[in-house]
């Protein structure tokens, strides 16, 4: 069983917001939507809650058609980017409001909300103004109140975006073990690539309506199909091919990836292999060393991440060193 999208498209004018989308999300699924600002897939997230009616393709859940059924009919929870709190509502009613909607009675509604509040972290504050509450614990109350109703679907708008590094950092994680413990489906729509592969297991990248790639948090990291797709990820190593006409072992018929993850930064004087390498830029963000890279006898410069262990010392401008490229740290990329 699971909720199908099928050549989903909305055009806004000439902007082809939604292009074509074809989706499938199983049972107790988390799939983050991945993409720059403006690549659809908040407009893509607004046609499966049925906020926005498409303008061709379908949807289905459990092989039952609801592209023209209404949001409340759907049975879909959603947490927005601004929670979207009633602020005349205390804790305890926000998180019951859906319950109130579907007339439940007032015992199974107490019972919920304390579950839910237990569930988020917020036991005992049901009768808490939410004007009173921190931005992570109203992201937490928007995101019981979505879960009350027990959906069949959870969708989430950017829900992290609002607030700062620290707190979205601990969040997430929260996130991620929260999601994966429910028996819901979920979609998760994010531009933060950290948020997107902590969450969810299977990503799908968007570009200018269409996806880019779909594949699991692995395949789409390790194995970016085009050079737009490895650059968005941070690959920072991408080459046409006519650059690398003197590289041997590297792909020759398009764009390739160079997996610097995968290459070993040598001494100099070292026999075992490798090419000539000469330290142009050194610079550091934590443990981290960044280094640029020139590799002569190919004619290409590349960047290197590394931590000290995986240095013959620490790194200085001009330094000889050899680099060791294996046949697998290179990747053929599609040309878009």
Known sequence: MSLHLHELRKHYGATRAVDGVTLELDERETLALLGPSGCG???????????EAPDAGHLSLDGSDITQLPPQRRRFGMVFQDYALF??????????FGLVELRWERAAQRERVGELLELVGLAGLERRRVQQLSGGQQQRVALAR???????????????????QTLREALKDELSGLLSSLPVRAVYVT??????????????????????????????????????LAHFLGHRNVFEAADLARVPGAPQRGPALLRSDLTRVLPAADGGGGTDAVVRGVARDGLRWKLRLALPDWGIELAWEGYDRELPGAPTEGQQLRLHVPAEAWQELDGA
Not at 42 to 47: A, G, H
Not at 87 to 96: E, F, I, R, S
Not at 146 to 164: G, H, K, Q, Y
């Open 41 to 51: 897939k908040s407009t893509l997230l607004r046609l499966v809650a049925g906020l």
């Open 146 to 164: 979505a879960l009350a109703p027990r959906p069949e679907v959870l969708l989430l708008d950017e829900p992290l975006s609002n607030l700062d």
């Open 191 to 228: 531009h933060d690539q950290s948020e997107a592969f902590t969450i969810a297991r299977r990503v799908a990248v968007m570009k200018s309506g269409r996806l880019a790639q779909v594949g699991t948090r692995e395949e789409v990291l390790e194995h970016p199909r085009t050079g737009w």
């Open 87 to 96: 602020p005349h509502l205390d804790v305890g009613q926000n998180v019951a």
